[in-house]
């Protein structure tokens, strides 16, 4: 048990600074387009849980690829690949600073790692 608390608290800790940073890369610049990034990092798990769900493995047939899964983590790559790309698409335009950009991506991954390794921890075993 002391394990699991000390990962909570380790993971609200990173979790803190990746809303930081991103938080800051707002801030400090008066530009809020880099909050885009928390919505892409925030969403980006949902599509592979969903088709993940949707699949639906069968115990007696051999299942070594679905459609509905692979779909799933093509959605989930993209909206990752775009949290990392919005932003340096933002500052190439102009309408965001380029450490503002730094700062929303290093937040944006800290967000995103924290969430994919609260479900890698926390995610339960199934018996038969």
């Known amino acids: 048990m002391a394990a699991g608390l000390k990962t909570i608290i380790a993971l609200s800790f990173v979790l803190a600074i990746g809303f930081l940073l991103v938080i800051l890369s707002s801030a400090l610049w008066h530009n809020y387009l880099p909050f885009l990034v928390v919505a892409t990092y925030v969403l980006a798990p949902l599509p592979n849980f969903i088709c993940g769900r949707c699949a639906n493995p069968d115990d007696f047939m051999e299942s070594s690829g679905s459609a509905i899964v692979d779909f799933g983590r ?25 450490p503002a950009m730094v700062m929303s991506i290093i937040g944006g991954l ?19």
């Open 74 to 98: 093509f959605c989930t790559g993209f909206l990752v690949v775009m949290g990392i790309a919005l932003p340096a698409l933002l500052a190439h335009c102009a309408l965001i600073q380029y």
């Open 110 to 128: 800290l967000i995103y790692g924290t969430i994919i390794s609260f479900t890698m921890f926390f995610q339960e075993e199934q018996d038969f």
